[in-house]
């Protein structure tokens, strides 16, 4: 049984800078896709960042140049640098990883709180 822990949200003032991480745990056999998405208040789940094995990214418009997706294959873990945060950052973000086990299968992490305000 494979889960994906999250840590690293909290609370940050605008401008300000948070590191978010997600380790993956149990039997892995291989991880392909990495993502993480976030989900404001009242608005659907949003793609962020995704990053795949060879470490090619992809952003939302939104956070480009500010957010960095990267992962740490021989630790199945996956990181999201955000710097210079907007209160509109503000949102529970969740990772995602498509993993190998006794199957392929898209698992979620449990979400982390991101809070940007002064």
């Known amino acids: 049984q494979v889960q994906l822990v999250e840590s690293g949200g909290g609370l940050v003032q605008p401008g300000g800078s948070l590191r978010l991480s997600c380790a993956a745990s149990?039997?892995?056999?291989?991880?392909?896709?990495m993502r993480w998405y976030r989900q404001a208040p009242g608005k659907g789940r949003e793609l962020v960042a995704g990053?795949?094995?060879?470490?090619?990214?992809a952003y939302t418009s939104s956070v480009r140049g500010r957010f960095t997706i990267s992962r740490d294959n021989a630790k199945n873990t996956m990181y999201l640098e955000m710097n210079s945060l907007k209160p509109e950052d503000t949102a529970l973000y969740y990772c995602?990883?498509?993993?190998?086990?006794?199957?392929?299968?898209?698992?979620w992490g449990q979400g982390t709180q991101v809070t940007v305000s002064s």
């Open positions: 149990g039997n892995i056999v291989r991880i392909n896709a």
């Open positions: 995602s990883m498509n993993v190998l086990s006794s199957v392929w299968g898209d698992l």
């Open positions: 990053i795949t094995p060879s470490g090619d990214t």
